[in-house]
């Protein structure tokens, strides 16, 4: 409440508390009319009702309204964890929910982190992992750096770790299975993975393309030669590999031949520039058998089909 004997000490006081507001990023406004409903809007629940509207430009707004209440979680407990409120909540990833993914909201300083953070250290110690989180804060300020150091797992700053790369073609003798009769074959399952993340990386509006089946069409055959090309060099096909069967690819049908074109030229981009080639166009230097991994990729905000390719 701001209150004064006189109009100059209210006035004053008025502008010593809208200074104070100022210090902290925040802004105030006065209202010198309606003040009934002014006041009514400042009641927990009544803010749709304020006569005038004003963006509060502070991280800490959060702070000045109590707009949440403790829950205790889901009826089933397969992870118990405390909250920032000193509770006990319980969640459960169980079989039994109709969908298991989970969406958790809140401004900045909410608690959203500590919260994850809490549930991902109780799967762990109970669960035993494994636990796999992408990220985009940097190496700096990473709220799950030290979750990793914790419990022995890998942080990896995509963009600042200059040595880390990630081939997606399997070795060669992950790619072959035996049948039944003792012939080989190669495994379609994992060959069906690589020809979609090659038309992804190809084919930039592969969603809405009228060909996607021949697309895919050409991606296996590319791959396949890779493989077939790279087996007495002993080591697994690279993106280099794809692009050099690309551009020599010979099409069945006069249909492929634009499409092969234009595949050759989008992964030739790829394998040329620095960032995408030290990431994706060499063999790989990752590998860990930890439990909790953290994948940053603060830095590659802004090539979201890098992203996208590193995601899958």
């Known amino acids: 409440v701001v209150s004064g004997a006189s109009h100059a000490e209210l006035d004053l006081a008025t502008r010593q508390m809208k200074e104070a507001f100022s210090e902290v990023g925040a802004v105030a406004t006065t209202e010198t009319g309606r003040q009934l409903y002014s006041f009514l809007s400042t009641i927990p629940g009544n803010g749709a009702a304020a006569p005038r509207q004003h963006t509060v430009i502070t991280n800490n707004a959060a702070d000045l309204v109590p707009y ?155 791959i396949l030669q890779a493989y077939s090309g790279t087996k007495a060099k002993g080591r697994a096909p690279l993106l280099r590999d794809v692009v050099e069967q690309l551009q020599g690819y010979q099409a069945s049908q006069p249909e492929y031949e634009p499409l092969a074109r234009d595949m050759f030229l989008q992964l030739q981009a790829w394998t040329k520039d620095p960032i995408r080639s030290r990431l994706i166009d060499r063999p790989s230097t990752f590998s860990s ?23 899958l």
Request: glycine letters at 8%.
């Open 68 to 222: 949440f209440s403790p829950s205790l979680g889901d009826q089933e407990a397969q992870l118990l964890y405390h909250t920032r409120q000193g509770t006990l909540r319980k969640v459960s990833f169980a079989g039994s929910k109709p969908n298991k993914n989970t969406l958790v909201l809140g401004g900045s300083g909410s608690g959203k982190s500590f919260n994850v953070a809490n549930v991902f250290e109780q799967a762990c110690l109970s669960e035993d992992g494994p636990v796999l989180v992408i990220d985009v804060q940097g190496p700096e300020v990473s709220n799950y750096r030290v979750l990793a150091d914790l419990f022995g797992g890998t942080y990896t700053a995509l963009s600042a770790t200059a040595d880390i790369s990630f081939n997606p073609f399997f070795p060669h003798e992950e790619i072959i299975l035996r049948r039944g009769d003792g012939r080989a074959a190669v495994d379609e399952e994992k060959v069906s993975f690589l020809k979609q993340l090659v038309a992804v990386m190809a084919v930039p509006n592969l969603a809405e393309h009228s060909k996607k089946a021949l697309i895919f069409d050409i991606a296996r055959t590319v």
């Open 289 to 311: 058998n930890a439990k909790f991994q953290v994948f940053d990729f603060f830095g590659l905000e802004k090539d979201k089909d890098l992203a996208t390719v590193l995601l």
